[in-house]
């Protein structure tokens, strides 16, 4: 490989390898994804702080928080003060909306990227949405064609992609038509969700291979990786490979689903971030500040996190 000078730590870079993009989009869930699951009440302030660092390490894409009903992610239940004392950060700010109700709410402050989330299997629709796959989809129809004529950008989450803790391996062509149903209800982009952590690169694979031979360009897929058995970079790298060039993932690698059993913490974004600076790939991010943030938010949680990179580099500094 050739190099390409070094990055901020000193590593050496390298001009990404064939096959590989320049540059990838790293879309941060940690604010939503990651505290939504915390046990502890964190407050609003903690959060909007929290919100602030990531903005400051160059992350472009920070997803804030979830216009659901209270009951039902307690955590969340602060949106209508968090998203005001952050809206006027210098990014983008995107939340999850399940219904028209949660939309009314976000449109109310002001919100120009919303998402909302579907499930590939029935069992995960019941256990998030209280609804059927088709159900669901029929609410989330008035909801993107609501916020698309009002050019607010939808993301289209899709769960249990790969395996469901109750339904065991899902499969593919199940998990090809709620993505195309999210995208020909006008859904932007689509974020492909290992909610358990089970995929594994083949899987991976095997379902992007799927999704292109049924028409769906790999520019509007994203994936949303959770590390459970450890396999969350070698799948990210394979989506890549692919041509994927969204990327979710968690500052700290905070995370896990309140409805899903066995969800554990989604893939951490220095772990990411630590690969793609390795491989010569920008995303725009300063490794350092980005480690210091969750070192911050994990003394907030009273425990230390768990992406390696974080525990490498924290400890460096001491
Ligand atoms: C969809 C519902 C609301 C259905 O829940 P429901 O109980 O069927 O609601 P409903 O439509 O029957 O309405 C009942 C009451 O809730 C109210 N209500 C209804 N909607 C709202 C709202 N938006 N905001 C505030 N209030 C709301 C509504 O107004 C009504 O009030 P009442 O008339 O009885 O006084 C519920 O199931 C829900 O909120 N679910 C959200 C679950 C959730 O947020 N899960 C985590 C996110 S998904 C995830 O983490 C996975 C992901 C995206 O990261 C990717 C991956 O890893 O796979």
């Known amino acids: 490989m050739t190099t390409a000078g070094t990055s901020s730590l000193g590593l050496p870079m390298t001009v990404p390898a064939e096959g590989l993009p320049e540059r990838v989009r790293i879309y941060e869930v940690g604010a939503r994804d990651g505290l939504q699951n915390e046990k502890a009440t964190v407050p609003t302030e903690v959060k909007a702080e929290f919100i ?18 209270p009951k039902w992610v ?6 209508e003060q968090l998203y005001p004392a952050v809206a006027d950060l210098p ?34 629709a019941k256990a998030n949405l209280n609804r059927t796959v088709d159900e669901a989809l029929a609410m989330f129809e008035p909801v993107v064609a609501r ?4 050019q607010v950008g939808v993301r289209g989450y899709l769960s249990m992609c790969f395996g469901d803790p109750w339904e065991g391996p899902v499969p593919i062509p199940q998990v090809v038509k709620v993505c195309r149903a999210l995208l020909d209800m006008g859904c932007d982009e689509l974020s ?15 379902l992007l291979t799927a999704l292109r031979e049924a028409g769906v360009p790999v520019s509007v897929i994203g994936v949303h ?21 969204t990327v979710d993932s968690s500052a700290g690698g905070l995370g896990g689903c309140p409805y899903a059993k066995s969800a554990t913490g989604n893939l951490a974004t220095e772990d990411l971030v630590w ?14 500040r980005l480690v210091a ?26």
């Not at 390490?57 to 997803?63: F, M």
């Not at 916020?147 to 009002?150: G, I, L, P, T």
């Open 52 to 69: 602030r660092r990531l903005a400051r390490t160059g992350l472009e894409i920070i997803e804030a928080t979830s216009f659901v009903h």
């Open 74 to 79: 307690p955590q969340l239940a602060d949106a």
């Open 293 to 318: 943030t969750s070192v911050w938010m994990a003394a907030h949680l009273g425990r230390p996190s768990p992406s390696r990179t974080v525990r490498a580099l924290s400890h460096q500094e001491q």
């Open 275 to 288: 690969m793609l600076q390795g491989l010569g790939i920008r995303t725009g991010v300063d490794l350092g």
């Open 225 to 245: 990786f959770h590390d459970t058995y450890g396999q969350a970079l070698s799948n990210t790298l394979t989506a890549l490979q692919q041509g994927v060039t």
């Open 192 to 206: 492909l969700g290992d909610t358990i952590g089970v995929a594994t690169p083949g899987h991976v694979k095997a």
């Open 147 to 150: 916020a698309k004529a009002q």
């Open 91 to 124: 990014v983008e700010l995107p939340v999850l909306v399940p219904n028209e109700r949660g939309l009314d709410r976000a449109l109310a402050l002001g919100a120009r990227r919303v998402a909302v989330f579907a499930s590939a299997t029935e069992s995960f």
